[in-house]
């Protein structure tokens, strides 16, 4: 196949599925069994599309030479076409053009390519408005990042992770790495940062922005020739196939009712245009589905690639299951499962075996002679209300020197899984329990989630705490690991210690809280966590003087109604000094936790790391504050965090404006990674960038998340409970990927979940209203937040009453004039001029296709469409009582 088959951007883009109809150099898209698609030179025999990949020996030579790149392969959701992998330097995405050049890899997957010629990369033009060159992330930013999860609508969220700050690139851990939830980011890259464009090319109605229109302010003036290239490159194997080869999609039947083909398959169709059209065998079919096709036109199926031949447009699958009607909740939530590889099949009676089977289950008396008894402490858990499964509690007891003696305690998982078991095989597998808005997928039977080693109060459970000695300031005086038996005498939940916090000397009626054990008071309780929060609050501080970063963005909580569990309302959830208290000494106990163990197995240890943002996105995000005259100082964690922190002031503008910042800045972070410390030389790459800290790591929830239960296997070992951990570095590395990948998705599949609810919300209670802030400023359509719902949409200037838009730059700054067609003949056409930071009102309405929505401008000085009781429903600020 020769060269010219990766050009960039040769093709305009097809249909909208995207798929051109006929075989351009795209090699996809022609119907089967339609004959101009054929080569005619070919003379009978089948022209390949795809090449054949290398060999393994070839690909392992060509990877230690440096002649071949591996990465994990990224396909823009919006332009199925693109596709990127990270480059090993930090620098801008290799650029891979179309599906030849993809050769048959999906999204995630791990693949290798070799580099184009230079001639035939993609070229940047400086004044064009080819302006994607990142890879297209989905949201990702670490816990630590962003703060806690999003709340559990029935269940519990993740709370509890120091991880919780700032998440940036894939994970659910929000807060580690800087970032709160990018819910329904546009996700181009960087494309939102859009500074302008050249004004040429018009879009279609409602087509998606065309390639060469989109704009990213990534290079917006490039004055060196070697920065308007970016590198190309072609996939030439495929190392780890980690797509799960599962899609949702629907049936159709194949155009040519002659060819041979039509006789035999039908073609699926998937919902995600990453993934190619394929072809199933009419057996696997309903059976009236080929008399009756139109039956099924809104039935959603699930299909498996089983295979992609070299020489076909089409994949070929299997028909798994039948889901239901699209836009129905269930349905498209089990279909999200699937594609995603989410295992959400009962455990079997071999795990279940594994289980203590005595119910009900008791401490063992030698489990007492081995552990420090503190069942008479004043200890208790914060949760979200409707959390079931409870990992960490909390105790604060003063000391006559005026110090306090503060403990955290974490259900003692490993305890319950026997090391090689089937138990063991299962939630590594699984890896994290996965969180959605009506249900959590666990990761571990329920008896130990929500039972045994759930820290339900009045009952004697196993913990594995870490106790300090600390002053009032935070500092620590003393540390202490070990295993224990606790008595929680009480289940807060976040409002209870809120309320707890926002009433320092009065008492709380005792009908307000829930309760407590008879060995302890609510008043002894209500003291605790006044104690905790004036440390938490001391602790927080010196973080953030430390040098921490903070990347909090808008995270949707819904209302959803007990009966049909259809969302009623939706709010932005708060995060509270209550999540706050909590949040800080969890990461107290993680960091410590992670210097234990590094101390003890300097090879061996299970750590968590995140790599500082990628330096040619964060270089786009320096040019695009510099041009939109904000003085942001991107020079470390701390200096971004004190940058957002100080730029803004207090008022409603000042409030949105910080909003689009942070998650124009949340973009450039990357994810936080587990590994193994002893296949790391650089120790300097061990750091964890949003918290600011040389060692990282999980251990305070391990009900949910495998890497917490390797990691209390680790502090065992360290602490003499248990002989060392008989596993190698390699070993536990590949570990720490699996539990890397399985967080990626779980994040995604919450992500997409919100997402659903919310489409779902706007179809049963729109069209909604909210002020929106401009953040990215195209010559035919514009981008903006969506400040009550925190979701991102695209609003495109044909969907509008418009007489005419006229886009220009003002210096360096895109601008997009807007002239209304008046309502009244008699009346003047209102002129409006849209920037970035502009504050407009949007409508978010339903469209025809099932849980699309869209956003159109409302027009300047028009009334409210809502009626006052919609819009509240709408924006329901009730706490999920589901």
Same mark, same amino acid.
Request: with cysteine; charged share 25%.
């Given at each position: 196949?020769s060269?010219?088959?990766?050009?960039?951007n040769?093709r305009p883009?097809g249909?909208?599925?995207?798929?051109?109809?006929?075989?351009?150099?795209?090699g996809?898209?022609?119907?089967?069994?339609?004959?101009?698609?054929?080569?005619?030179s070919?003379?009978?025999?089948?022209k390949?599309?795809?090449?054949?990949?290398?060999?393994?020996?070839?690909?392992?030579e060509?990877?230690?030479k440096?002649?071949?790149?591996?990465?994990?392969?990224?396909?823009?959701?919006?332009?199925?076409?693109?596709?990127?992998?990270?480059?090993?330097d930090?620098d801008?995405?290799?650029?891979?053009?179309?599906?030849?050049?993809?050769?048959?890899?999906?999204?995630?997957d791990?693949?290798?390519?070799?580099?184009?010629?230079?001639?035939?990369?993609?070229v940047?033009?400086?004044?064009s408005?080819?302006?994607?060159?990142?890879?297209?992330?989905?949201?990702?930013?670490?816990?630590?990042l962003?703060?806690?999860?999003l709340p559990q609508?029935?269940?519990?969220?993740?709370h509890?992770?120091?991880?919780?700050?700032?998440?940036?690139?894939?994970d659910?851990s929000?807060?580690?790495?800087g970032?709160?939830?990018?819910q329904?980011?546009l996700?181009?890259?960087?494309?939102?940062?859009?500074?302008?464009?050249h004004?040429?090319?018009k879009?279609?109605?409602?087509?998606p922005?065309?390639?060469?229109e989109?704009?990213s302010?990534s290079?917006?003036?490039?004055?060196?020739?070697?920065?308007?290239?970016?590198?190309?490159?072609?996939?030439v194997?495929?190392?780890?196939k980690?797509?799960?080869r599962?899609?949702?999609?629907f049936?159709?039947?194949?155009?040519?009712?002659?060819?041979?083909?039509?006789r035999k398959?039908?073609?699926?169709?998937p919902?995600?245009h990453?993934?190619?059209?394929?072809?199933v065998p009419?057996k696997?079919?309903?059976?009236?589905?080929?008399?009756?096709p139109?039956?099924?036109?809104?039935?959603?199926?699930i299909c498996?690639?089983?295979d992609?031949?070299?020489?076909?447009n089409f994949?070929l699958g299997?028909l798994?299951?039948?889901?239901g009607?699209?836009?129905?909740?269930?349905?498209?939530?089990?279909g999200?499962?699937?594609?995603?590889?989410?295992?959400?099949?009962d455990?079997?009676s071999?795990?279940?075996?594994?289980?203590?089977?005595?119910?009900?289950w008791?401490?063992?008396?030698?489990?007492?002679?081995?552990?420090k008894?503190?069942?008479?402490d004043c200890v208790?858990?914060?949760d979200?209300?409707? $959390?079931?499964?409870?990992?960490d509690a909390l105790?604060c007891?003063?000391?006559?020197?005026?110090?306090?003696e503060?403990?955290?305690?974490?259900?003692?998982?490993?305890?319950f899984i026997?090391e090689?078991?089937d138990?063991d095989?299962?939630?590594?597998?699984?890896?994290?329990?996965?969180?959605?808005?009506?249900k959590?997928?666990?990761?571990l039977?329920?008896?130990?989630?929500?039972e045994?080693c759930?820290l339900?109060p009045m009952?004697?459970?196993?913990?594995?705490s870490?106790i300090?000695?600390?002053?009032?300031?935070?500092k620590?005086?003393?540390?202490?690991?070990?295993?224990t038996i606790?008595?929680?005498c009480t289940?807060?939940?976040?409002?209870?210690?809120?309320?707890?916090?926002?009433s320092?000397?009065?008492?709380i009626?005792?009908?307000?809280?829930?309760?407590?054990?008879?060995?302890?008071?609510?008043?002894?309780v209500?003291?605790?966590v006044l104690?905790l929060h004036?440390?938490?609050q001391q602790?927080?501080q010196?973080r953030?003087?430390?040098g921490?970063?903070?990347l909090?963005?808008?995270?949707?909580?819904?209302?959803?109604?007990?009966?049909?569990?259809?969302?009623?309302?939706?709010?932005i959830y708060e995060?509270?000094?209550?999540?706050?208290?909590v949040?800080?000494?969890?990461l107290?106990a993680?960091?410590?936790?992670?210097?234990?163990i590094?101390?003890?197995?300097?090879e061996q240890?299970?750590?968590?790391?995140?790599?500082?943002?990628?330096?040619k996105?964060?270089?786009d995000?320096?040019?695009f504050?510099?041009?939109?005259?904000l003085?942001?100082d991107f020079s470390?964690?701390?200096?971004l965090n004190?940058?957002?922190?100080q730029?803004?002031?207090?008022?409603?503008?000042?409030? $949105?404006?910080?909003?689009?910042?942070?998650n124009?800045?949340?973009?450039?972070?990357q994810?936080?990674?587990?590994?193994c410390?002893?296949l790391?030389?650089?120790?300097?790459?061990?750091?964890?960038?949003?918290?600011?800290?040389p060692?990282?790591?999980?251990?305070t929830s391990?009900?949910?998340?495998?890497?917490?239960?390797?990691?209390h296997?680790?502090?065992?070992?360290?602490?003499?409970?248990?002989?060392?951990?008989?596993?190698?570095?390699?070993?536990?590395?590949?570990?720490?990927?699996?539990?890397?990948d399985?967080?990626?998705?779980?994040k995604r599949?919450q992500?997409?979940?919100?997402g659903?609810?919310?489409a779902?919300l706007?179809?049963?209670?729109?069209?909604?209203?909210?002020? $929106?802030?401009?953040?990215?400023?195209?010559?035919?359509?514009?981008d903006?937040?969506?400040?009550r719902?925190?979701v991102?949409?695209?609003i495109?200037?044909?969907?509008?009453?418009?007489?005419?838009?006229?886009?220009?730059?003002?210096?360096k700054?895109?601008?997009?004039?807007?002239?209304w067609?008046?309502?009244?003949?008699e009346?003047?056409?209102?002129?409006?001029?849209?920037?970035?930071?502009?504050?407009?009102e949007?409508?978010?309405?339903a469209?025809?296709?099932?849980?699309?929505?869209s $956003?159109?401008?409302?027009?300047p000085?028009?009334n409210s469409?809502?009626?006052?009781?919609?819009a509240?429903?709408a924006?329901?600020?009730?706490?999920?009582d589901d």
């Amino acid at each position: 196949m020769s060269h010219s088959d990766y050009r960039p951007n040769l093709r305009p883009l097809g249909p909208p599925r995207g798929v051109s109809s006929v075989v351009g150099s795209h090699g996809i898209g022609a119907s089967p069994g339609d004959k101009k698609s054929k080569n005619k030179s070919t003379r009978g025999k089948k022209k390949s599309i795809f090449e054949t990949y290398m060999s393994k020996e070839d690909v392992s030579e060509g990877l230690k030479k440096g002649t071949l790149i591996q990465g994990a392969l990224r396909i823009n959701p919006k332009k199925f076409h693109e596709a990127f992998i990270p480059s090993p330097d930090g620098d801008r995405d290799i650029f891979i053009d179309g599906v030849v050049a993809r050769n048959r890899a999906l999204n995630g997957d791990l693949v290798v390519v070799k580099l184009l010629p230079e001639e035939q990369w993609k070229v940047i033009k400086p004044e064009s408005n080819d302006k994607e060159t990142e890879a297209a992330y989905e949201s990702d930013l670490p816990e630590e990042l962003c703060g806690h999860h999003l709340p559990q609508q029935s269940l519990k969220s993740y709370h509890d992770s120091p991880d919780v700050i700032i998440e940036a690139q894939f994970d659910d851990s929000d807060l580690e790495d800087g970032h709160g939830n990018t819910q329904n980011l546009l996700v181009d890259g960087v494309k939102k940062l859009s500074v302008g464009v050249h004004e040429k090319g018009k879009e279609d109605a409602g087509a998606p922005v065309k390639k060469d229109e989109s704009t990213s302010m990534s290079q917006d003036i490039r004055a060196l020739p070697e920065k308007s290239l970016q590198r190309s490159a072609k996939v030439v194997y495929i190392l780890e196939k980690k797509h799960s080869r599962a899609a949702t999609g629907f049936l159709k039947l194949l155009t040519d009712k002659n060819s041979e083909l039509f006789r035999k398959y039908a073609l699926f169709s998937p919902s995600d245009h990453r993934v190619p059209r394929i072809y199933v065998p009419l057996k696997d079919c309903p059976q009236d589905f080929v008399t009756r096709p139109k039956d099924y036109a809104n039935t959603l199926f699930i299909c498996r690639i089983v295979d992609w031949k070299e020489d076909s447009n089409f994949a070929l699958g299997q028909l798994a299951k039948s889901l239901g009607q699209a836009g129905k909740i269930e349905p498209e939530t089990e279909g999200i499962l699937t594609e995603y590889g989410v295992d959400f099949s009962d455990f079997s009676s071999e795990v279940l075996e594994c289980l203590p089977q005595g119910l009900p289950w008791t401490i063992p008396p030698y489990e007492f002679s081995k552990r420090k008894d503190l069942r008479k402490d004043c200890v208790f858990t914060i949760d979200p209300s409707t $959390a079931r499964d409870l990992d960490d509690a909390l105790s604060c007891k003063p000391l006559t020197d005026g110090n306090f003696e503060v403990g955290v305690h974490i259900a003692d998982v490993s305890y319950f899984i026997p090391e090689g078991s089937d138990l063991d095989r299962v939630a590594a597998a699984r890896a994290t329990s996965v969180y959605l808005v009506q249900k959590v997928v666990p990761m571990l039977p329920r008896l130990l989630c929500e039972e045994l080693c759930s820290l339900n109060p009045m009952t004697d459970k196993l913990t594995f705490s870490v106790i300090w000695t600390l002053t009032p300031e935070g500092k620590i005086l003393s540390e202490w690991f070990g295993r224990t038996i606790i008595r929680s005498c009480t289940k807060l939940s976040y409002e209870h210690a809120q309320s707890m916090i926002e009433s320092p000397t009065e008492k709380i009626p005792g009908k307000e809280l829930p309760p407590v054990s008879p060995e302890h008071d609510s008043e002894e309780v209500h003291q605790a966590v006044l104690n905790l929060h004036g440390i938490a609050q001391q602790l927080r501080q010196q973080r953030f003087v430390d040098g921490a970063l903070r990347l909090d963005q808008l995270k949707l909580a819904f209302t959803l109604d007990h009966e049909t569990g259809l969302p009623q309302g939706c709010h932005i959830y708060e995060y509270r000094d209550s999540n706050k208290l909590v949040e800080e000494f969890m990461l107290l106990a993680n960091m410590a936790v992670a210097h234990k163990i590094y101390r003890a197995f300097p090879e061996q240890a299970l750590l968590r790391r995140h790599p500082p943002p990628q330096t040619k996105m964060l270089s786009d995000l320096v040019e695009f504050c510099d041009q939109m005259g904000l003085s942001m100082d991107f020079s470390s964690a701390g200096a971004l965090n004190k940058s957002l922190t100080q730029t803004f002031g207090g008022d409603k503008y000042s409030l $949105a404006r910080k909003e689009v910042l942070t998650n124009m800045c949340s973009r450039p972070m990357q994810m936080a990674h587990y590994f193994c410390s002893g296949l790391l030389q650089d120790r300097a790459q061990f750091r964890h960038y949003a918290l600011n800290v040389p060692l990282y790591t999980h251990f305070t929830s391990p009900i949910r998340r495998f890497a917490d239960v390797l990691v209390h296997r680790l502090l065992a070992a360290a602490l003499g409970y248990r002989e060392r951990l008989d596993v190698e570095p390699d070993a536990l590395q590949k570990q720490a990927d699996h539990c890397n990948d399985r967080r990626m998705v779980s994040k995604r599949v919450q992500e997409l979940s919100t997402g659903l609810f919310f489409a779902v919300l706007v179809k049963e209670c729109g069209p909604l209203e909210s002020e $929106a802030m401009v953040m990215g400023v195209l010559n035919q359509a514009f981008d903006v937040l969506v400040l009550r719902y925190g979701v991102q949409k695209r609003i495109y200037c044909n969907a509008l009453a418009l007489r005419s838009h006229h886009f220009q730059k003002v210096g360096k700054k895109p601008e997009l004039t807007l002239v209304w067609e008046p309502e009244d003949s008699e009346q003047e056409p209102a002129k409006q001029v849209i920037t970035i930071f502009s504050l407009v009102e949007v409508v978010l309405q339903a469209e025809a296709t099932a849980l699309k929505y869209s $956003a159109v401008l409302k027009r300047p000085g028009t009334n409210s469409l809502l009626g006052q009781e919609e819009a509240t429903a709408a924006a329901s600020a009730e706490e999920p009582d589901d």
